[in-house]
């Protein structure tokens, strides 16, 4: 599914026109990665969380010559789903 199709989807199950739609799907992902950017996390029970997980420095290989070569530390972001989400899904 990508974002045209659910866009449709949740107009249908809601009610409402796709641009009204399409405007919450917009304000959800700008709110969540505006409070991941922030450090935050955003739980909705029942479905999951979203959070960031730190990634140390570490060394690593360049898998076409075999030279190691330093990794940086980053952030990266991490959706843990919850368990009313994960018995949905089998």
Do not use: H, W, Y
Request: hydrophobic letters at 40%; proline letters at 3%; a positive charge.
């Amino acid at each position: 599914m990508n974002k045209t199709e659910l866009v449709a989807a949740i107009a249908d199950k809601a009610g409402i026109t796709k641009k009204d739609a399409e405007a919450v799907v917009a304000a959800f992902t700008e709110t969540v990665t505006k409070e991941l950017k922030k450090g935050g996390k955003v739980q909705l029970v029942g479905f999951g969380t979203f959070e960031v997980t730190k990634r140390s420095a570490r060394t690593g290989r360049n898998p076409q010559t075999g030279a190691t070569m330093k990794i940086a530390a980053s952030k990266a972001p991490k959706f843990k789903p919850g368990k009313a989400f994960k018995d949905a899904i089998g």
